[in-house]
């Protein structure tokens, strides 16, 4: 029996527990803990939301658990009513609601547990994790409620962590729930009054979700999106499965070489006329080998100068959700503008915000509800179990500070660069590790094949 504790119950949670039952050797059982405070599993950030409006970001036939069985995930929706008039485009795709996804996600694990009960347990232990140390049978994981599991493997898949709202915000402002720091928690928004005139801070995926629920509310005041660029998630186009971006070359070794390769081939397809987003989808198949062949140095100078590019790009909107916040624009009711965000202070009707336009000047604007859309943190460190695997030097950052430091197999490097035996870590904490590690398909993908042959987990103890 191999004995496998899992940190966190999202998405990449039950992923993994879905992928390490179904590709595990005959004759071994494994004994898997999933320790989550959330009642529900497979939901985590993206797929806890209760928002019908709040939908998937790439249509379903891309969101299968299962490599080889692409429509896998549409038919338990199409079977379960999820595949709603609303969710459908002009092309076909199905664009469901995050909720009824993590629904999905869910029954998917149940129904892999059920097929391989004699040969697998899986408990949900209601809890946190609040640190991890090594002991000679494995590890010790160490639960908020004061309690420890011992296990032979450990698996963190603790996901995103919240990211800490940025500028000045006066104590008064702090304590105001027209003051929104965490948008995707239940029923935030109800918190803005009808009529406000609403600072949503951030252009990418979640300012377009709080936008769209704000729209859907029919929401009488004006809305006007920061940031820094003024850059926003971009709409899909044609899509495209060829991982057929290097073809035969050898990967970029710079940022540069990396941006024009980019660039060729997307003047290539353009030629084509099939828009830039199969070169980025391209490059995101192929990313990790490219990334890996990447020094350090210009891993950071790629994280600095061109990720908010990237992430536009990259992770896209459903067209429902593009076409409502076009709407919105159109008729005034919206606008985005380039600027950051400066002090933010609490006045009798709401907020004095200081907007730092390009060029340096300060304009101050008042708003009825400030909302923060600046997505999940990348300063992982402040996450409580990460600062003690940190310290206990099990565990060591990776060279652009994204995330926890891996090998190819996700194998957590302890201090000294060294693999820890039967301690992974998946998910978008290894983003920086592989390039990307985000989507909900590039995390099922990763995970499949290497859990494919079984040997990763149920080598001997
Ligand atoms: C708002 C949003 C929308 C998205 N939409 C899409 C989409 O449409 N399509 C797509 O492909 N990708 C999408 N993604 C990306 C993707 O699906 C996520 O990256 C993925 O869900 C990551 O799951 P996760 O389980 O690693 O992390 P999370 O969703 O962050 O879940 C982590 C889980 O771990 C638990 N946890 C945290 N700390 C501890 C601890 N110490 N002990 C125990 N448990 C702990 C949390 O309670 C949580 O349930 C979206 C992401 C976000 C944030």
Same mark, same amino acid.
């Given at each position: 029996?191999?004995?496998?504790? #899992? ?36 939901? $985590? ?47 076909? @795709? ?63 898949? *603790? ?50 979700? #709080? ?27 044609? *899509? ?18 990396? #941006? ?36 350090? @140095? ?66 101050? @604007? ?36 994204? $995330? ?19 301690? *992974?870590? *998946? $998910? ?34």
């Amino acid at each position: 029996m191999v004995n496998i504790v #899992v940190i966190g119950g999202g998405f990449t949670g039950l992923a993994f527990v879905i992928h390490a039952i179904r590709a595990r050797p005959a004759g071994v059982i494994f004994d898997l803990t999933i320790v989550e405070p959330s009642a529900k599993l497979g939901r $985590g950030i993206a797929y806890g939301t209760t928002e019908p409006l709040h939908r998937i970001n790439v249509p379903s036939d891309r969101m299968s658990l299962f490599a080889d069985d692409s429509t896998h995930a549409t038919r338990w929706l199409r079977e379960h009513d999820a595949l709603d008039t609303g969710s459908v485009d002009e092309q076909g @795709h199905y664009y469901v609601s995050r909720q009824r996804y993590g629904e999905y996600v869910d029954a998917t694990l149940k129904q892999v547990v059920a097929e391989a009960a004699a040969h697998a347990r899986v408990n949900h232990r209601r809890a946190s994790a609040t640190g991890l140390s090594k002991i000679s049978s494995g590890f010790n994981v160490t639960l908020d409620d004061g309690s420890q599991l011992e296990a032979q493997r450990v698996a963190l898949c *603790f996901g995103h962590t919240p990211s800490k709202p940025p500028g000045r915000i006066d104590e008064d402002a702090l304590r105001d729930p027209r003051l929104i720091a965490h948008p995707w928690s239940h029923d935030a928004l109800h918190a803005i009054p009808g009529d406000a005139s609403v600072l949503l801070v951030g252009t990418g995926l979640t300012m377009a979700d #709080v936008a769209v629920t704000l729209i859907g509310r029919e929401h009488r005041g004006r809305i006007t999106a920061i940031s820094r660029r003024g850059l926003r998630a971009q709409p899909h186009g044609i *899509f495209a499965d060829a991982a057929d971006f290097l073809g035969n070359t050898t990967p970029p070794t710079t940022a540069r070489e990396l #941006v024009q390769r980019l660039r060729q081939r997307i003047a290539r397809d353009k030629q084509a006329n099939i828009g830039w987003q199969p070169a980025a989808d391209a490059l995101r198949f192929e990313l990790p080998r490219i990334w890996n062949a990447l020094p350090a @140095h210009e891993q950071r100078r790629v994280v600095r100068r061109l990720l908010p590019f990237w992430d536009v790009h990259r992770f896209r909107i459903a067209p429902q959700i593009h076409a409502a916040i076009e709407r919105a624009i159109e008729t005034g009711q919206m606008r985005v503008v380039k600027a950051g965000i400066g002090d933010i202070q609490r006045h009798a009707h709401g907020f004095r915000v200081g907007l730092k336009r390009p060029g340096g000047r300060i304009e101050e @604007h008042d708003f009825g509800a400030v909302v923060f859309c600046t997505g999940p943190a990348r300063d992982i460190e402040r996450n409580p179990l990460v600062k003690s695997l940190l310290e206990s030097r099990l565990a060591r950052l990776d060279a652009v500070k994204a $995330g926890l430091d891996t090998d190819l197999q996700s194998r957590i490097l302890d201090a000294e660069g060294n693999v820890s035996p039967g301690l *992974f870590a *998946f $998910g978008p904490m290894t983003r920086g590790s592989f390039g990307e590690m985000t989507g909900a398909p590039d995390i099922a993908r990763h995970l499949e094949r290497l859990l494919k042959d079984g040997s990763l987990l149920a080598y001997p103890v």
